[in-house]
């Protein structure tokens, strides 16, 4: 099964629901969504039960599918080195 | 090493000392006291337990490559804490090699206990209100302390170095001029010379500016108030050893909450900026 588990940060300073994240000595901005993607997956995580709770976050997506935005954020905080996929 | 070849500096609230040889070492020794009088240590003596940074100085013969070894390196002796060593046969290259590597030394020697900013820093000569102009290396900072210090205390023209307790720690080094007859070498000016004074009075920071220097810019400066966020990504590229201290975001953000915030201003002529100094170097202390 593949899970998602945020990177720790060195130091992380949050307002207004969106973030500054300090890892690997680099300091990236993190949207409302990461934001709230990388306190939901502090403990490893699944797709789904992720999808689900940032539905009840924000709301259905007003246009999209919910689990297809879902894997397109994951993919972009990976990207970032912010988060990690783990498999079994 | 004779004491007499030492120059003892405390700049960034650490111990510097420039050992000197080579060619016209007595030359060269008054050259860099004259330059580096706001820093110079009083008698000498270690301001702490920790041995001070070592940073060689030697001028070498007239014909000689820059950056070839001495015959004895001045920072190579044993029982010195670290050491680098500039040698040139270019005074005013060596003078500008020089202030580069004590703010390396320095700066090495107080990574992860100061929020150390790239900045103007000049303060209130009364209460020590300082106001820290932040701002990338050839944009202005060191025209600013030209132009607007001579009121005021010259706290940095380079690093301005904020203490957990929001005081500030000077670095009052010779202002590293450019000149157009010497490509690409800067003439390093003692403060003094240009009516540039140390603190008498304990800084503290009173407000974060970013500079933007527009060539061309008409009327008045913009200025741009920053929220923490963009502010923290404004400003930590413009940091130095920043990361390595304890909670470098929340350190940051909270000296920003204390402070009023950053502000950016776009300007074109240095002297614009007057009333935007003085409001800040007549703030009463947040800390």
């Known amino acids: ?88 | 090493m004779a004491a007499s070849d030492i120059v003892p500096l405390h700049v960034l609230g650490t111990d510097v000392d420039l050992h000197v040889g080579g060619h016209r070492t007595p030359h060269l020794v008054q050259v860099l006291r004259d330059r580096w009088h706001l820093c110079l240590r009083a008698d000498g003596t270690p301001t702490s337990a920790e041995p001070p940074q070592v940073v060689g100085a030697t001028l070498l013969e007239p014909d000689a490559a820059p950056g070839a070894s001495a015959t004895s390196d001045p920072a190579a002796a044993p029982g010195w804490a670290r050491g680098d060593s500039v040698s040139d046969s270019d005074e005013p290259r060596l003078l500008q090699r020089l202030t580069q590597s004590v703010t390396y030394a320095a700066i090495g020697a107080r990574s992860g206990e100061l929020l150390m900013l790239h900045a103007a820093g000049l303060a209130d000569p009364v209460t020590g209100a300082t106001a820290a102009f932040v701002a990338p290396g050839n944009t202005g900072k060191t025209t600013l302390c030209r132009t607007l210090g001579p009121a005021r205390s010259y706290v940095s023209d380079e690093t301005v170095g904020v203490r957990r307790d929001g005081t500030v720690t000077p670095y009052p080094k010779p202002l590293s001029t450019r000149r157009p007859d010497w490509a690409g070498v800067k003439d390093e000016q003692a403060p003094g010379s240009l009516g540039l004074r140390a603190p008498e009075v304990t800084p503290w920071l009173a407000g974060v500016v970013l500079l933007r220097r527009v060539e061309g810019h008409r009327g008045a400066p913009e200025v741009e108030e920053l929220d923490v966020l963009d502010a923290i990504m404004a400003i930590t590229p413009e940091s130095s050893a920043f990361m390595r201290t304890e909670r470098p975001l929340h350190w940051l953000a909270d000296v920003l909450d204390r402070t009023g915030g950053a502000r950016r201003v776009t300007y074109g002529e240095v002297g614009e900026l007057e009333p935007l100094v003085g409001e800040i170097c007549g703030r009463r202390s947040p800390w």
């Open chain 1, 1 to 88: 099964m593949v899970t998602w588990r945020a990177v720790p940060a060195h130091d992380e300073l949050h307002r207004d629901g969106e973030s500054l994240v300090l890892v690997d000595g680099r300091v990236q901005r993190v949207s409302a969504l990461g934001t709230a993607v990388r306190e939901l997956a502090a403990q490893p995580v699944g797709e789904d039960v992720l999808a689900r709770m940032l539905e009840e976050r924000f709301g259905a997506p007003p246009t999209g599918d919910l689990l297809t935005l879902t894997r397109a954020a994951l993919a972009d905080l990976v990207r970032a080195g912010l988060l990690e996929r783990l498999e079994d």
